[in-house]
């Protein structure tokens, strides 16, 4: 196989020195836990396993040095993406920095809603869709990285919709009441281009299902068990909690300069326990909160004073925007402060270091430090977190964990704090400085074992095979666009002919009210040019006859109202498909009366020989719940009774059991010769219908005629085909419609 990883960032950089570029290995969790998991193929396999990274090399390439800057890369398994100094700023530290950050991490007044940085966003993804494109083969994999790139799934869905695509967010998904924040135009989009991946991944389950909810309430899609039927493939939204290069931590570096290191801090803090707070400057990592913290345990506990030490390491992060020049001004002032009021000639509290750490540095940290002390107000895993525990080799140190992190999730034997409660981080600092060895063994033991066996390997796997799975698990019917010249072929080729085709969902867009659904001008006339003395027209509909005769019975065509119940042919009057009961509506109103009065939004719908309850209008999430009670109590209600139940789209209809979609379509079907016959819909009704046209020993003859049938979406089907909406489905019967003028036109 050969797998394609899509990033904001290539994991080199671009550094310019004299008028030329050169690329060295840039740090980050993404990079490092990816590189060890395509380590761990190459180890395990026999072949070479094929990946290139596609992404940003972090500097504005000059046109003509583009082209020997992919050739360089190509070598390294990467491939380029190349940005403007412009684009990047609205892109980068516009949309994603200035909106996308702060919405999605809890801080919306933060946000800045400017619609360049939108435009600018939708304009980026776009080139990396062609940057995927220019270089992606059949059955390629692609895994598109985190919130730079939510678009970019249903951008290549769109041109490949045969290769696995997966998506992994690395941030917290906001709950919908944050989510709905951003323009409603943008958050559709947003969520709309994350479910062209087949398989969605978030750190926690919590993440998971605010992006489910949202899904639902904005877009309108409803999971089963994390499963989306989207317009045309099927999404699966997963947990994956990504681990880290276990192995890295844990073991002792190579070399002479961690060995450097850790003499020079053993020196430092000779005498003093150690608490160790790393973190990028970043406002959702909640640096002063933990620093007011610590001045509260000082405050609390005189007997520590001189006894312990602060090592705080703030790495530079996005030093042109606004909130976080702010934030370290208030950094700076809050250590001053501490240093002052507590320090002495002999002790400082805080030993701070605003500057990025190199590995052996780092590790030499967590090895030294007594207390990790990590208090992120909202954060989507924290990998740093994981690193302490894991690089404590002698199972000491106590890890101190905000339960705003998702890591927390997994390491619930840290002392798990509210990083807004000031009391609770001075109280943990105490238990955690004064916590017993074997106690600390204890916990770190069970932690450590549980990052050995989930690493970051086991998270990249496990993701691989999941989106195959899900990619191997798709609907087995095909997509029509693949065999549609065949169609048209059999169309032309055929002297009988006949449409059987749905009406809501399947020739017209679901709307709120039923009675806003009436046909439009356009569908009138594809109509009118479909049915003639070759080709019978048949509109097989669950609406009541009434509302078919107003809309379409003054056309050349057949009505099928009520699943089947009334049929009339052009030119007749209504007739019963057979004698029915309608006794059992008046058992059933009452209880379908008291779910209206219990869901605002929804109604009923009465015709001749059924009852519909529609809640498409009602809050999607009291509906669902609501439909799932109406269901059980209709289905005890009506044991014994002959009639059906069924659950369509935002719908429950009750009606008689004695005629279907299936049964009326297959009586039509074998009322005249056809050599060709077309059926389209777009529910559980219709699968009937599939069903019947299916049964090939129906037939009286030797063999079948020719039999297309067209599920609209990608939901489970026995029709052989799906077209994505009622879009397709027009566009694709208004080119049978110019086959039939123009046939009829050389006849």
């Known amino acids: 196989m050969r797998l394609l990883i899509v990033s904001n960032r290539l994991p080199l950089n671009g550094v310019q020195k004299d008028g030329k570029l050169s690329f060295e290995q840039s740090a980050g969790g993404l990079v490092s836990g990816l590189s060890a998991y395509l380590d761990s193929l190459k180890s395990t396999t026999a072949q070479d396993i ?11 390439v000059p046109e003509k040095l583009q082209p020997e800057v992919k050739s360089v890369l190509v070598d390294l398994h990467a491939s380029p993406v190349f940005l403007s100094e412009k684009a990047m700023d609205k892109f980068y530290l516009g949309f994603c920095n200035k909106i996308i950050w702060p919405l999605f991490h809890y801080f919306p007044s933060y946000s800045v809603y400017e619609k360049d940085y939108w435009l600018q966003y939708q304009e980026v993804n776009k080139i990396f869709r062609d940057a995927v494109l220019e270089i992606v083969q ?4 692609i895994w598109v990285h985190d919130y730079h790139l939510m678009l970019l799934p249903g951008l290549l869905r769109e041109k490949l919709p045969n290769n696995p695509i997966g998506f992994f967010l690395h941030i917290p998904f906001p709950s919908y009441e ?10 559709q989009d947003i969520l709309r281009g994350l479910l062209g991946a087949n398989l969605i991944g978030f750190h926690t389950q919590e993440y998971a299902q605010y992006f489910l909810r949202s899904v639902l309430r904005i877009v309108g899609y409803e999971h089963k068990l994390g499963e989306i039927q989207a317009l045309d493939h099927a ?22 300069e961690f060995e450097q290191n850790l003499k020079e801090l053993e020196q430092l803090l000779f005498g003093y326990k150690a608490i160790l707070s790393v973190d990028r400057l970043d406002y959702s990592k ?10 509260l345990f000082l405050e609390n506990n005189s007997q520590w004073h001189e006894q312990v030490v602060l090592l705080m390491i703030v790495v530079p992060s996005r030093v042109g925007v606004e909130h976080y020049q702010q934030m370290k001004r208030k950094i700076d002032e809050l250590v001053g402060e501490i240093n002052g009021r507590f320090g002495t000639l002999n002790w400082t509290p805080i030993i701070y270091q605003y500057k990025f750490l190199p590995l052996d540095a780092l590790l030499a940290m967590y090895r030294q430090s007594d207390v990790a002390l990590i208090t992120p107000l909202r954060d989507g895993m924290n990998l740093i977190a994981k690193e302490y525990v894991a690089a404590r080799r002698d199972q000491t140190g106590v890890l101190i964990l905000s339960e705003m992190a998702g890591a927390s999730k997994e390491l619930g034997e840290a002392l798990i704090i509210n990083p807004n409660n000031l009391e609770a981080i001075a109280e943990a600092l105490k238990q955690a400085l004064g916590m017993p060895k074997a106690e600390q063994i204890k916990r770190n033991q069970v932690m450590q074992q549980r990052l050995k066996q989930y690493d970051v390997v086991r998270w990249s796997g496990d993701f691989i095979q999941e989106l195959l799975q899900v990619q191997k698990g798709q609907s087995r019917t095909l997509p029509l666009a693949h065999y549609k010249q065949t169609l048209h072929t059999e169309f032309d080729q055929a002297d009988q002919r006949l449409l059987l085709l749905d009406y809501d969902g399947t020739l017209v867009p679901f709307t709120d009210n039923p009675d806003q659904a009436k046909p439009d001008q356009e569908l009138l006339e594809l109509l009118k040019d479909l049915a003639n003395a070759q080709t019978e027209v048949v509109i097989i509909s669950g609406r009541d006859r009434a509302i078919l005769e107003t809309w379409l019975g003054f056309l050349n065509i057949t009505l099928v109202a009520e699943h089947g119940a009334w049929v009339k042919r052009s030119g007749e009057q209504w007739r019963l498909s057979k ?23 929804s109604f009923i719908e009465e015709k001749e020989f059924s009852l519909v309850w529609h809640f498409r209008q009602a809050n999607p999430e009291l509906s669902s719940a609501c439909a799932r009670e109406l269901m059980d109590e209709l289905m005890a209600f009506t044991s014994n009774h002959n009639i059906h139940i069924l659950q369509g ?3 429950i209809e009750v009606r008689n059991s004695e005629v279907t979609k299936g049964s009326t379509g297959l009586s039509l079907a074998l009322a005249q010769p056809y050599d060709f016959i077309l059926a389209i819909g777009d529910d559980t009704t219709d699968e009937d219908l599939f069903a019947s046209l299916a049964l090939e020993h129906s037939w009286p003859r030797a063999l079948p ?10 939901d489970k089907t026995l029709a052989s085909f799906f077209l994505a909406d009622n879009l397709e489905v027009r566009k694709m019967l208004q080119e049978l419609a110019q086959e039939n003028t123009q046939l009829k036109g050389l006849s």
């Not at 094929?50 to 090399?57: A, D, H, K, L, Q």
């Not at 059949?138 to 994999?141: K, L, S, V």
């Not at 005629?705 to 990608?714: E, L, Q, S, Y």
């Open 50 to 60: 094929e990946y290139v990274w596609i992404g940003w090399p972090g500097i504005t």
């Open 705 to 714: 005629p020719r039999t297309f049938t067209i599920r609209v979406g990608t």
């Open 286 to 295: 909640g640096i002063s909160n933990r620093l007011q913290g610590y001045k």
């Open 235 to 256: 999404v699966k939204v997963e947990t994956f909690p990504m681990g880290i290069d276990y192995q890295r931590y844990n073991s002792t570096p190579v070399g002479s």
């Open 138 to 141: 059949p059955g390629d994999i």
């Open 178 to 187: 944050l989510y709905r924040l951003l323009p409603s135009a943008w958050g």
């Open 579 to 601: 004698p029915l009961l309608n006794a059992w509506k008046r058992l059933l109103l009452p209880m379908l009366t008291m779910y209206v009065d219990r869901l605002p939004g």
């Open 649 to 651: 789209n935002k719908v």
